[in-house]
């Protein structure tokens, strides 16, 4: 077998060589064939080089390529019946044709001579299909700048509650000084992702500037290799907590190496071999010890050095203040303002004004308010209600219309008072029930009398109904089509209001017709 020396062994002939030793002393020292060794010899008095002349790294890879240096071996037949075949390869290879497919037109074509094997070949020698993009390493971020996170499946568990379920851990990794942290969780949604780092940041002292997470559903929504598009909880999260976000390409683990690497080690070092029956809060406790003692204590296989003492030595004063409230989640839902005014949220019922009526309006949710946006506008903010609540603003509807609708009796009698005394009193004796808002139409009834004959025809006969105490507004408005209590004053007039002469009725009698003696004279 062909022995190709080194650049040690070809100088170590050639110092024996300047040393005056035999070929035969020189072969017996470096265990290289006596013919090998004459070879080396006579290109180095070739080229020039004395017995006295440096053995320079230069000198010797010369004499040692000019030894070396094989011609190249003859292309085969197919070889050289494929060449006249490359721009069309070429072309393909463009187009994005299946290599396979590439062969069989060949063949048509009438080079059958081709094999797919040279074909492959020839493809990747001399046109670079498939040829792997050289890889370099990438300089670690500056201390503080970046926390690099992802989502590990960790295995299936049994809960307190008996149910078997799958254990996530979301991983959060520093870069620079590979310190870490593992959040347990039994799901991988958004609010999970922002609980994680909630409890990372407690847990480092600080928050990195940037978090280089992977295109998970839970915080990015339009995946794209430059501009990744973040969902509103997670983009709303950021921007209270001052950070950005750095999403990795899509599958492109290499984007966040530092993280994937952890996976393997935290699922081997902390979960495996688990069997103990725990509450979420116990694997949570588990795996935050095992961060910080053993995970951390560590001696790093990269760097060489313990995570927690570099973390605190070097990075810790680069990070930004640790939160001190905790994050009101929130939650987006689209939803469309009804005739009623209103809209639905998480079964409870908001009022939006009136010019919205129809409108898809944009809301956001929190644990305390629900903020009501059209398009970038902010058109209405309520209280949060519990499920089957209902805030209402009475400012919300119409002109007139929040008093019934919010059964405001009082407001109804101060209305109804400012048309006249007795036709506030009527409005009195009528809402004055057990249950004043059943007869609130009869008294918007009273009040659209006044509209049509004036408020000091009605003010005239509510006088005489109450004479009567005839509470009835059907009866009103009989009298008021009679023509009693008609005033041609227009409405909104200061009318004298007169108390109109009780007619007689039909049985009744006077005084006298029910005395018993005569009054002496």
Known sequence: MYRELTMTDVREVLRRWQAAQSNKAIARGTRIDRKTVRRYIEMAQKLGVTQQAELTDAVVHE???????????????AWLAIEPHRAQIEKWIGEGLRLTRMHALLVRSGASDVTYATLRRFAMRELGWHKKEPTVRIDDAPPGQEAQIDFAEMGRVVDIDGRARRLWVLIVTLGASRYSFAWPTFSQTTHAVIEGLEAAWKFFGGMSK??????????IVGADATSPKLNAVFAEYTQARGIFVDPARVRKPRDKAKVERNVTYVRDGWFAGETTCKSIGDWRRSAEAWCRDVAGARVHGTTRKVPRDEYLLVEKSAMLAAPTEPFDVPSFVDAKVHPDHHIQVARALYSVPTMYLGKRVRVRVDSKTVRIYLATELIKMHPRQEAGGRATDPNDYPAGKSIYALRNVDALKKKALERGTHVGEYAERLLGGPLPWTQMRAAYALISLCDKYGDGAVESVCQTALALDCVDVRRIRRMLDLGLGRSKSPRGDNVVQLRLPIARSRFERSDDHFRTRKEPR
């Not at 004499?63 to 037949?77: F, H, K, M, T, Y």
């Not at 940037?210 to 915080?219: F, G, H």
Request: glycine share 0%; charged share 15%; proline share 12%.
């Open 63 to 77: 004499i040692a390529q000019s030894v070396q240096s094989r011609p190249l071996p003859e292309a085969s037949d």
């Open 210 to 219: 940037t978090v280089v997470p992977d295109n998970t559903s839970a915080i």
